[in-house]
T-cell receptor
């Protein structure tokens, strides 16, 4: 069965520092992988997705993620954090790709001035 | 403007009430979903509709009753809820069930059962 593990329920970084949010997945077949962001009192917004093309995926707001099959990981990074990046981030997997998305528990990102 | 509109944004209901949540999308998508988001838990899939047909019911209690009259509208009818049903209910849509483009989410309905 597919599952997603997000390491760290809360990550705090300084403004301008590297952002690294970790996601590991479990699936028996090649997956589709997604990162979503949720701001307070809002729904989830798609940041980026991996659907079996390039393993390094670039998304909105300067975020990117790399699919590493050998490590079953899909970590989210951004070179320089902005205050506006403070939000909840969710990793999701669909495996096989035509099955509904399964989400991780989320990681709350705080950005310190 | 997310393209997926949920109403109401907030709802407080008693355990004996009957209410409905509404979701509407104008994206031309053919699949729609209900998810429940509770504090400190992963999003829980509740129901999936594909071309108006229910394709998944994730062991949801019968006090939650979905309805999908067409590909643009999705309802969640609520009756005799329990306090533990208080949560953010999120509606999402996708082009189809292939998930190639991911989901578009609404802003959710914050439900409080008293």
């Amino acid at each position: 069965a597919q599952s997603v593990t997000q390491l760290g329920s809360h990550v705090s970084v300084s403004e301008g520092a590297l952002v690294l949010l970790r996601c590991n997945y479990s699936s028996s077949v090649p997956p589709y992988l997604f990162w979503y962001v949720q701001y307070p009192n809002q729904g989830l917004q798609l940041l980026l997705k991996y659907t079996s093309a390039a393993t390094l995926v670039k998304g909105i707001n300067g975020f990117e993620a790399e699919f590493k099959k050998s490590e079953t990981s899909f970590h989210l990074t951004k070179p320089s954090a902005h205050m506006s990046d403070a939000a909840e981030y969710f990793c999701a997997v669909s495996s096989p790709p035509n099955t509904p998305l399964v989400f991780g528990k989320g990681t709350r990102l705080s950005v310190i001035a | 403007e997310t393209g997926v509109t949920q109403t109401p944004r907030h709802l407080v209901m008693g355990m004996t009430n009957k209410k409905s949540l509404k979701c509407e999308q104008h994206l031309g998508h053919n699949a729609m979903y209900w998810y429940k988001q509770s504090a400190k838990k992963p999003l829980e899939l509740m129901f999936v509709y594909n071309f108006k047909e229910q394709t998944e019911n994730n062991s949801v209690p019968s006090r939650f009753s979905p309805e999908c009259p067409n590909s643009s509208h999705l309802f969640l009818h609520l009756h005799t809820l329990q306090p533990e049903d208080s949560a953010l209910y999120l509606c999402a849509s996708s082009q189809d069930s292939s998930n190639h483009y991911g989901y578009t989410f609404g802003s959710g309905t914050r439900l409080t059962v008293v």
